[in-house]
């Protein structure tokens, strides 16, 4: 019944088709796949063709109630694996296990953008064959889309799912909202792993990961704790140093220039940077305009924002609260994006690249204006890189906001412990001791000036740690690296000790 | 400033990371672009690094009311570019300036779903220094996507962009409605230049072509003739023969066990297709059952379906005319898809995998159930392979619907001009002598004699068309092969001569 017209002798003969082949038949119907729902976690693994020494990726949507990462290591481990490469999102108290799988010699690596409690010690204590990789979330994607990163097989928690592997983190039984970062996991790894606990009528909407990328679904009780997902809105901080220095940050925005209608920005979820939101409202509706958009992890505050008509669109790559993955269900002007679109810089632009103002936070900043955001006073690793020194790096101006000393530590230090985001990307720091501004951006100091701010200068910030808390001592690592810190393009920025 | 605490000798040193390189700083935040409007097309060219003998795109969604395509390839003669290839999602009557471009040496190559008028008339004579390439949609999605494609530069006509090039179809001067394969070139071209008469404020809503897959903005008065765009609402037939060939169609479907709540379907634009849609829609209601998905070019009829709540999605990779484009604006669970979402036969899986039924038309049919779709009974090339080889070879019941004959000409024949799509992946035949199933689906023979349907052998049914038209002449051809029909997965399955 085939009719073959085509032969191998007469494309030999057609111009520029000389090495191509002639059709053979076409894929039997019954042999097309209709459903990719396979019965256990197990038999899909088997089916990825998993091997020891690969790469398995995981996303951290579901933050500290998280139950997928630990399903699937108990099964890898049972399954006999070793050597495996754990390339997750960020790594949260949800994954402690792992502590156990690096013991056991079934995971020997860990690339991720944060870690911390008993895993953070133990990589800080050496337990790791290699060193951690430290990644931004815009690092993160870039690495995935170059092949810096190869993804063998990504396991991914959904909160709905079809047949066929359409997901999304607005409808299920456990929302996480937006699914930003497991996009980019689906859509370059080598096979692709949906868990779920909702499973939907085809075709499930809205699609965030689409059936293109998915190989297998694999349908469980439960991919993650509600509560610990999200535990409700973040709260707005009453801390009066938090406030004082949000209304500093918040001058200091307004005397940029930059605050007219259209601008955009970031703010994140910390006390401070919370509160900054909390004013910036204020001044939106004071002066009657209006925030283009707000991008970044979003909390219920933007959206709150986003329902006022006070900010136009909302890009969403994390949702930080309940309050925010309900929005990017209802709201469409609260969209989903992917760690790609956000902050990659290698694509032609990420979102990141039209901020005027983003707010971070610090653990340390350093005269030099490098920003810690990973590791303690002590040296031990403990929190995330973020978007932070992708955000810093693009926005028109960035701002830093940190209290001068929080106990008896300091803030501010002659050096940072670590660096993850450099001081030639931070524009502004503020402390509850007044705005200091980055000497190369003169051009700011200048309108903060001119605008009546207070300023005070690195060194006079420095010294006014120093008298309070005194001269910190210095922290004793040994000589063998335990985690390398990828900045956003790659290269090496840093490098984390083992610590004494 | 800047604390370089990393050296290459470090990293050396460091297990998995010695061929890594250090930080060398950031890049200074007024290098980064935060608008990428170019004042002139020919700018916008000389910035994209194009060079005689690459190969740039175009997508069809404005139909034969195109002005991005003669516009840009007017530059580019201007320029003095030759031997392009020109890789377009189809061309249509409003690209009949490319003869001239083929003769003057600027355009050697063309690859294309379909090709109408003059330009088809041309290349079936041969004007072409290498043969011309149809491919289906999932066909050229795939090609794209596994790089058999290596689009250099893609000029996207966009009826709205903002400054970073995000795009879509459903705001602006003119609507096209989806903008599904402009899409893949977006992702796929190694330079994307998007050509807009509307201009919006950043971030523009919805975003079709992100921002990350844009490297050139650049506005123009006109990209569209609206007229030619969209001529208002596809036209329902009144031709006896079409509206009973629809009536067959769909007793088919109904005897076929697949018409159950929840099925999926593709019609396409088609007097008797549009018609089985009609026809469809009134067993849904007596029924009382809804069509999970709608897939494909959709049209204003789909559209009715949807707003009535009879159907759940629609998946519109084509927006088929202007009832469509708006309702892509508006309607949430209308939703645009990109050609590789579509039919791409490569991915994890496409949308086509899940339909039951598609209704599709033909030019001819021959006795092995072999369609042609691309050339006329003259054997010159004159209409488009379109997504017909991907739905038929993945629906659970393809069926194809034509007169048995049409004028003098006959549509069943002993063997079709051009194969486009292959025999074993069509299931029914339906022409105004009855249904006429593929001797491959005993098991739809067997249903549809259950339910009493009135079937005709392939046999019969060849033989009742010459008795009507006798037996046709023979065409004649030289012996250059002036077109090569690629099937969905790259292998040839046939070629198309020069006409005597």
Redesign the interface.
């Known amino acids: ?3 073959k ?2 032969t191998k002798e ?2 030999e ?5 000389d090495n ?8 039997p ?1 019954n042999e ?3 459903s ?1 729902i396979i019965d256990s976690l197990e038999e899909a693994i088997k089916l990825s063709g998993l091997e020891d020494g690969m790469t398995i990726s995981f996303h951290h949507h579901f933050r500290s109630g998280d139950k997928v990462l630990p399903m699937v290591m108990e099964v890898l481990d049972k399954m006999g694996f070793k050597n495996l490469r754990i390339a997750s999102s960020s790594l949260t108290s949800a994954h402690e296990c792992l502590v156990d799988y690096i013991k056991k010699g079934v995971v020997n ?1 860990i690339e991720t953008s944060g870690v911390r409690g008993k895993l953070a010690q133990g990589i800080s204590e050496g337990i790791l ?3 951690a990789v430290i990644r931004s979330h815009g690092g993160r994607a870039r690495a995935i889309v170059e092949g810096d990163v190869k993804i063998d097989v990504a396991f991914l928690g959904a909160p709905s799912s079809d047949c ?2 359409n997901s999304n983190g607005v409808v299920g039984k456990s929302i996480c909202g937006s699914l930003g970062y497991a996009k980019v996991d689906a859509h370059y790894a080598n096979k ?1 792993i949906i868990i779920t606990d909702t499973l939907v ?3 499930n ?1 809205p ?1 965030s990961i ?6 297998y679904v694999v349908v469980v009780d439960e991919i993650g704790d509600s509560s610990g997902i999200m535990s409700g809105a973040t709260r707005m901080t009453k801390d009066p140093k938090e406030l004082l220095i949000a209304k500093k940050a918040l001058s200091a925005m307004l005397a940029s220039g930059l605050f007219v209608d ?1 601008f955009s920005m970031q703010t994140g979820s910390g006390g401070a940077s919370l509160a900054v939101t909390k004013f910036i409202r204020e001044e939106l509706i004071k002066r009657n305009i209006k925030c ?2 707000g991008l970044g992890g979003i909390t219920t505050y933007f959206v709150q924002l986003l329902e006022e008509g006070l900010i ?2 909302l ?1 969403d790559v994390q949702s930080f609260d309940l309050g925010a993955a309900q929005s990017l269900g209802k709201n ?2 609260h ?1 989903e994006i992917s760690a ?2 956000y902050a ?2 290698f ?5 990141v ?2 901020l005027d103002f983003v707010i971070l936070s610090a653990l340390e900043i ?1 005269k ?3 920003v810690n955001v990973i590791s303690g006073s002590d040296g031990v690793i403990r929190a995330a890189s973020g978007g932070h020194s992708d955000t810093a ?2 926005a ?1 101006m960035s701002i830093v906001v940190a209290p001068l000393t929080r106990g008896r530590l300091s803030t501010i230090l002659d ?1 940072v412990t670590t ?1 993850v985001t ?4 931070v524009d502004v720091v503020v402390t509850d001791r007044g705005i200091t501004v980055n ?2 951006r003169a051009d700011l100091k200048e309108k903060f000036e001119k605008a009546g701010l207070e300023l005070i200068d690195m060194e006079d910030l420095l010294k006014a740690a120093k008298d309070i808390v005194g001269e910190p001592k210095p922290i004793e690592f040994k000589n063998e ?1 335990v985690a ?1 810190v990828e ?1 956003r ?7 984390i000790k083992k610590v004494k």
């Open positions: 019944m085939e009719n017209r085509v007469l494309l003969k057609i111009k520029g088709y191509r082949v002639p059709y053979e038949g076409s894929v119907k097309i796949v209709r990719k690596r064959e290699y060193p066929m592997g692709v009528d085809y075709p909407y699609i689409p059936q293109t990328d998915v190989d259209g283009s958009y136009g669109s890009f469409k002007m969209q790609d679109f990659n810089p694509n032609c632009s990420p979102a690249d039209k350093d030099d204006f490098n790096a693009a028109k050096r660096i450099p001081g030639s990307t000497p190369r690296v390398v900045y393009d790659g290269s090496i920025i840093d490098v």
